[in-house]
Structures are given as structure tokens and as C-alpha cells.
């Protein structure tokens, strides 16, 4: 009959496990990446892209649902009004696309040069292929006329 484990011991295995180790590493990886990503877009492809599109900001986009018009979204709330900030949201899926797009570019390039350093070398050209033959060749031809066996 199976010894029960008690409970304790079931979450120390469990927490020890390699998966779950595994797991934590990239929880906290990830999170110091997510600086480096956030850091790229906001501070050097967000300006770009706000000179490109003439600095515009999209987050004061809004529909008041009360029927008054409010010259921002500030405004809007401040006076209570419910609101669709459809401004925030193109903001937001804006702000996806890009750090999306550059996780890609990153993620590509990482696994390029890893895959570079992890190739296997080249195969051998005819030209290397036929000067080993002939090489070859030219020892077996040494070897004989100086009484040796030849190498093999």
C-alpha cells in the first residue's frame, strides 16, 4: 500500500520540480524584458512614429453617451459624462501592434544568430573534396617508394 504523503511534502516536491523552477526564471525574465521592450517602444519607436504622424494623439477621441459635446475627455469626466474612449483604445492596440512587432523583429533576430552559431559547418567543396584525394594519393605514393606501408 501506497504511503500517503502529507501535504507539506506533496508542495515541496511539487515547488522543486524543474518545471516549476523553470517556470519562476521566466516569470522573472520576462518581467526585465518587458522594461527592455517598453523601454525601446516608448523611447525610441514611439517618437519616431509621433513625428511621423505629425504628433498625433489619438486619446482624446471620445463619444460623450450624455449628447453634450466636451472639448476633451478630461472634461467629459470630470463633468460625470459617460464616455467611449475609442481614442484609448486605438492607443492601446497601436501600442500592441508596435512592441508585438518589435518582440517579433527581436525574437527573429535571436533565433537567426542562433542558429548561425549552432549550424553545423559547411560540407566540403569539389575542390577540397578532389586536393584530399590527391593528397591522399601523393602520401600513398611517398609512403611506397620509400619502403613504408602506406597510411591509411
Keep these: 500500500m501506497a504511503e500517503k504523503k502529507s501535504f507539506i511534502t506533496q508542495f515541496r516536491d511539487f515547488a522543486i520540480r524543474?518545471?516549476?523552477i523553470d517556470l519562476a526564471v521566466g516569470i522573472i525574465i520576462g518581467?526585465?524584458?518587458?522594461?527592455?521592450v517598453n523601454?525601446?517602444?516608448?523611447?525610441?519607436?514611439m517618437?519616431?512614429?509621433?513625428i511621423t504622424m505629425k504628433g498625433i494623439d489619438f486619446s482624446d477621441y471620445f463619444v460623450a453617451l450624455d449628447?453634450?459635446?466636451?472639448?476633451s475627455?478630461?472634461?467629459?469626466q470630470d463633468a460625470g459624462a459617460a464616455t467611449l474612449n475609442y481614442g484609448l483604445f486605438l492607443n492601446h492596440l497601436l501600442n500592441f501592434l508596435i512592441v508585438s512587432f518589435v518582440v517579433f523583429v527581436l525574437v527573429r533576430q535571436v533565433s537567426h544568430i542562433k542558429s548561425r552559431l549552432n549550424a553545423a559547418p559547411?560540407?566540403?567543396t569539389k575542390t577540397e573534396l578532389l586536393l584530399e584525394d590527391i593528397k591522399h594519393i601523393l602520401e600513398y605514393k611517398l609512403a611506397d617508394s620509400n619502403g613504408h606501408a602506406p597510411a591509411a
Excluded at 523601454?39 to 519607436?45: A, G, K
Design 67 to 71: 449628447g453634450v459635446h466636451y472639448r
Design 47 to 50: 517618437p519616431v512614429i509621433g
Design 31 to 36: 518581467a526585465a524584458f518587458t522594461g527592455i
Design 18 to 20: 524543474g518545471n516549476v
Design 73 to 76: 475627455l478630461k472634461e467629459a
Design 39 to 45: 523601454s525601446l517602444v516608448n523611447d525610441i519607436v
Design 122 to 124: 559547411a560540407a566540403p
